[in-house]
């Protein structure tokens, strides 16, 4: 076929070469063209970058990057499954495979790498494989089901990649790197330490310093193990090759173009071949104009933008491409790695800073130049300030480096935002977008959403790594710019959690539903809500149960959809999906029956017990269907929940106070048992502590509570708003010299009109901070009544203290609630297989490794191998 | 206010390959909570049902803690789309399709459910 309009025929369907088709429709060459593409594997351009996420669920629909929308709307000609066999210069022809023949105006040449397999003997034997394309994987996959070993060849970024997915497909994995450290090009030694250290923690094992000198075979001609240089034999089904990729340039070299000497189609600054003004090169089959073939996508995507450019010839926009950056940050095997600039420090007269800590598997380096210009780095174990460092590089940060390496905690951590960062400063790489570029999305285009901005700019869209920044960098825009920030409580609900509260109280309304279909946002009417305002309202409900007539129990009827997941099942979720189990032990007070039966009980069902910071005693590491067991003993031996699962009452803790400490004034043991007895059940915006001293020596640090009491030799003072955690404040003083009516008075009203006013997850201490007025405010409506409000105050916490009932009790005499305990709702007597434990100080603690396994082979379910 | 029919012997059934597994009696689904199912190949699901009936099956594991609790999260709607989040570290994953939410390089099994 011939057409009067001029025709550009794209070899290779990649990730460049979908770049490159776009950036010709941006540049409308694919109105005046006709554009001819020739695509060998049999599906078009996906996801290379995310391949192994095909191991974690992603369907080769998801990776795919071509939206055959656009392919038609711009009435690209696309061949799938028909490569390009040869090329005639002269007549400008291309010929496919298929036979078809192909006129070319302009030939551009995007055919990617292949995976070098060293030529060792056998090295195409049954069971050897490469890792670059889904047919790859897929081939891998179905091998991996009669496999039990496997091992990767080359433990540089993608051999790692490639580990990892057969250990995920559940085979024993070795590492052979014939480099004496992994991912050598880029960590040093240092950073390789660490990354040895946590990778072989996941059960990996690594071989370093070693080559694969040969595949051996069986009769059939299957591979069964591989010898190494050091004379070692490796036992192994199956084999990764991942030694590095070549470029594909075949195709160029049998036509006469110029190729380097380590292979790479040699291109000038526009990207096109030496040889040949109408062919171009870009990807990584190119050879750039410095001297490198680029193995990465950024790159990659700029040339493409410079070929189009190019050919448009458009005098406004002259792209060159002369050389790019290397930076990568990856999530491999859950270990961050990230290198930055000049990682290995080959700039004249630099230094470094280093952090290290090898227990922690963490490593992170800086290379600074001797002027304080940042030049490059690496992060292992902890990559979370690559997205600004890497954005600093080659200009002098604002704070000092160390503090930019040290980790939060260590030191005062520098809280370097990207609002720190200069306009030409590049945030995402991989697409080349700057600071400047982002605050003009917000600020010109209106985008208000990482998605938006996304979109908007590419920003964002290939590796993910600067998402983070960019977000950080779209909210300071909005803020900046002034655009009012939505006081609502969630995208469901308008209004806060105060307003929230008084429409409940006022209107009676006590279902979540009601609530959200008569006052909740338009688009949320009807819905399901969110995990924001769910436990939110609930708590509302649970505060005020008994005044507005819904059930005080929290896992009744709809109540039961609201709770966090802890509340839901009474008990602390912990991080391999056990439980924690806390009693509540009022004011610390414990006999030594109670204390027998505790031991007892986490003896029988061999918990790890601690005494907590709140004076009781947690056991730890109950799986879901043994909560109930649990608790009907302790229910039976007269314990009741300690909601240390709850945003509720925690612990009134005491000092020992007059009946025994020589300088006791007051009975704290007494008063703090009163108050924990009083309070416990009660839901509120945040967890509520309590401490009960006995003297001004303060043994129970009650100026650390939410409300504390230290007692006076006239009665007793009450603190509000003290806490401890992230950030300590001491309490204030609110009243002094107090009876014990007086005492229990005044903390109902404070506590009512607290749970009334707070916001979701504001402690009091922050509440108190926050609210117009002050402690002064509370003050005057808690102890003056300046608002007439302190009887309601006092009644609703009235119906709390008569309505309260233990929630494990009644759970464990509900049949119906406790078929919710279960691991698995077909398999009730099966427990979960990925919760187990190992020894630890003649305890136990998580298996974690065993988490990353994931999912366990369904004969070791079956054999019970859980009860390890 | 409309009732659903509900009638307690249909159960919930999962497609694997090409059968439909039967999972539980739809009534132990609690509108808006999830619970948890064993496959038989030792594989876990996590089943949800909401507030119209509809019903939603993903994988249990959490792809960022590791540990097989996401059918204890919470369950909500966002721009229309049903999500979980994880009861660890809170991140939401859609429903439908397993992707998750707060990072687009995450998606997890998704699959399809019914009341038979
Ligand atoms: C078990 C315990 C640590 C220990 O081994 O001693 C503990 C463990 C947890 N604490 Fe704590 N805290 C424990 C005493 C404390 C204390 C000391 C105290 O209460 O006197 C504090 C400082 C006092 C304070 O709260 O003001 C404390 C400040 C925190 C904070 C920070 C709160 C803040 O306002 O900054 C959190 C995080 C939060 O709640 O958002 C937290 C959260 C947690 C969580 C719930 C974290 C989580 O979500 O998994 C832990 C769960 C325990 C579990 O699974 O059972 N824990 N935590 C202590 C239990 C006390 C108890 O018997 O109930
Ligand atoms: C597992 C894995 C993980 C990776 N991770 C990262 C990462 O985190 N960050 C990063 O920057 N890079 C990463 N990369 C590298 C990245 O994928 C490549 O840099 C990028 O794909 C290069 O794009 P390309 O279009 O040049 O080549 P390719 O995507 O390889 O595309 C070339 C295409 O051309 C086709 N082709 C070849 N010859 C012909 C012919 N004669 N006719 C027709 N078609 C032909 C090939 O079949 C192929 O489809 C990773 C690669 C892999 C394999
Ligand atoms: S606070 Fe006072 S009464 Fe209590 S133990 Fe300490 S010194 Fe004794
Ligand atoms: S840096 Fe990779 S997507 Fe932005």
Not at chain 2, 77 to 103: E, I, N
């Amino acid at each position: 076929m011939s057409t009067g309009t001029p025709t550009i025929v794209l070899v290779g369907h990649g990730m460049v070469g979908q770049r490159f088709l776009e950036a010709l429709a941006e540049r409308g060459l694919t109105a005046t063209h006709r554009v001819v593409v020739l695509c060998e594997e049999p599906r078009p351009a996906y996801d290379r970058v995310a391949l192994t996420s095909y191991f974690s669920g992603k369907t080769p629909e998801d990776l795919s990057m071509t939206d055959m929308e656009f392919i038609d709307t711009h009435g690209i000609e696309l061949y799938v499954g028909d490569p390009a066999q040869t090329i005639d210069r002269e007549a400008k022809k291309v010929t496919a495979k298929s036979g078809q023949v192909f006129e070319y105006d302009t030939l551009v040449l995007a055919t990617g790498s292949y995976p070098f397999v060293p030529p060792v003997p056998n090295k195409d034997a049954e069971g050897c494989f490469v890792y670059r394309t889904i047919e790859d994987l897929l081939a891998i996959e179905e091998y991996a089901k009669t496999a039990t070993t496997g091992a990767v060849v080359g433990g540089g970024l993608l051999g790692l990649e490639a580990a990892g997915a057969l250990k995920g497909l559940g085979l024993t994995s070795h590492i052979v790197e014939f480099a004496p450290r992994l991912m050598p090009v880029q960590v040093d030694e240092g950073g390789g330490a660490a990354l040895l250290r946590t990778i072989e923690e996941m059960g990996l094992s690594v071989h370093t310093g070693v080559g694969t000198q040969e595949i051996v075979v069986d009769e059939s001609g299957a591979v069964t193990g591989m010898k190494l240089s050091d004379g070692s034999e490796l036992a192994t089904d199956l084999v990764v090759f991942s030694a590095g990729v070549r470029p594909r340039d075949q195709l160029a070299r049998d036509c006469g173009l110029t190729v380097g000497e380590r292979g790479g189609i040699t291109v000038d600054e526009q990207c096109r071949t030496v040889a040949d003004p109408h062919v171009f090169a870009i990807g990584e089959c190119a050879l750039a104009s410095d001297g490198r073939v680029y193995g990465l996508v950024a790159p990659g995507y700029e040339q493409a933008e410079t070929a189009a450019a190019t050919i448009a010839a458009d005098e406004s926009e002259q792209l060159t491409f002369t050389g790019a950056d290397l930076s990568t940050k990856l999530k491999l095997l859950g270990v961050d790695v990230a290198s930055f600039g000049d990682a290995h420090g080959t700039a004249e007269d630099c230094l470094d800073v280093v952090y290290s800590d090898s227990r922690a598997g963490l490593y992170k380096k800086l290379v600074i130049g001797r002027d304080g210009t940042l030049l490059g780095g690496i992060l292992v174990g902890d990559a979370e300030a690559y997205g600004t460092l890497k954005a600093f590089t080659g200009s002098v940060p604002p704070v000092s480096p160390e503090s930019l390496v040290l980790p939060a905690g260590a030191g005062a951590p520098a809280q370097l935002g990207p609002s720190a960062l200069p306009d030409e400063a590049i945030i995402c790489s991989c697409n080349n977008v700057t600071k400047g570029t982002i605050r003009g999305a917000v600020t010109d285009h209106q985008c208000t959403t990482v998605p938006e901005v996304k979109k908007c700019t590419k920003a964002g869209t290939t590796c993910g790594s600067c998402v983070k920044v960019l977000g950080q960098l779209i909210n300071a825009e909005l803020e900046a710019s002034g655009v009012e920030v939505d006081k609502g409580l969630c995208g469901c609900f308008s209004q806060t959690r105060e307003e929230l509260y008084e429409i409940v109280l006022a209107l009676r309304i006590n279902t979540y539903q009601d609530l959200l279909d008569r006052y909740g946002r338009d688009g949320a009417k009807g819905g399901d809500g969110c995990e924001i305002c769910k436990p939110a309202v609930g708590s509302i409900i649970a505060s005020l149960a008994p005044t507005i007539g819904a059930s005080g129990y929290v896992l009744d009827g709809e109540q039961a959809s609201l709770q966090d997941s802890n509340d839901h099942f009474l008990a602390n979720l912990q991080k391999n999906g056990s439980y924690s189990v806390v009693p509540r032990i009022p004011g610390g007070e414990i006999t030594p029956e109670g204390l027998i039966v505790i031991g007892e009980i986490a003896r029988d069902f061999g918990l790890y017990t601690k005494i907590t910071g709140g004076q009781r005693i947690d056991m730890f590491g109950a799986r879901v269907e043994q909560l109930p067991l649990i608790w009907a003993r302790l229910v039976d031996a007269g314990f009741e929940s300690g909601h240390a699962y709850g945003k509720a009452l925690r612990t009134v803790k005491s000092c020992v106070g007059q009946t025994w400490c020589r300088y006791g004034v007051q009975d704290s043991v007494r008063m703090a048992i009163d108050l924990e007895l009083r309070y416990r059940g009660l839901r509120s915006p945040h967890k509520l502590k309590s401490a009960v001293s006995g003297c001004q020596r303060e043994c129970a640090e009650a100026q650390s509570k939410d409300f504390g009491v230290i007692a006076t030799a006239n009665g007793w003072n009450l603190y509000v708003g003290g806490n401890g955690g992230a950030t300590p404040r001491h309490a204030d003083l609110l009243a002094q010299d107090l009876s014990d009516a007086e005492l229990i008075k005044l903390i109902d009203r404070f506590l009512m009109f607290y749970i009334r006013t707070a916001d979701r997850l504001e402690r009091t201490s922050t509440w108190l901070e926050r609210i117009p007025g002050g402690l002064d405010h509370v003050r005057d409506v808690v102890v003056e009544d300046s608002l007439g409000i302190c009887e309601e105050l006092e009644s609703l916490m009235a119906d709390h203290v008569a309505h309260y009932a233990d929630e494990w009790a009644t759970t464990i005499n509900d049949p119906e609630k406790l078929s919710r305990f279960v691991s698995f709702v077909n398999a009730p007597d099966t427990p979960d297989p990925v919760v187990g434990f190992i020894p630890e100080r003649d305890q136990i603690k998580p298996d974690l490794p065993l988490l990353s396994i994931g999912m366990r082979p369904a004969e070791d379910v079956l054999e019970g191998s859980a009860q390890r | 206010m409309t009732l659903a029919p509900e009638t307690t012997d249909l159960k919930v059934q999962l497609k694997l390959a090409d059968d439909w597994f039967t999972v539980c009696d739809l009534a132990q689904l609690l509108p808006g909570r999830g619970v948890a199912a064993l496959l038989p190949d030792g594989r876990q699901v996590a089943l949800f049902r909401d507030r119209t009936g509809a019903l939603y099956a993903i994988d249990n594991r959490d792809p960022f803690g590791g540990a097989a609790v996401l059918s204890r999260g919470l369950t909500g709607t966002h721009q229309g789309r049903p999500f979980v989040a994880s009861p660890l570290l809170k991140q939401r994953f859609d429903l439908k399709t397993g992707q998750c939410l707060d990072d687009e390089a995450v998606r997890i099994a998704a699959y399809e459910v019914r009341a038979a």
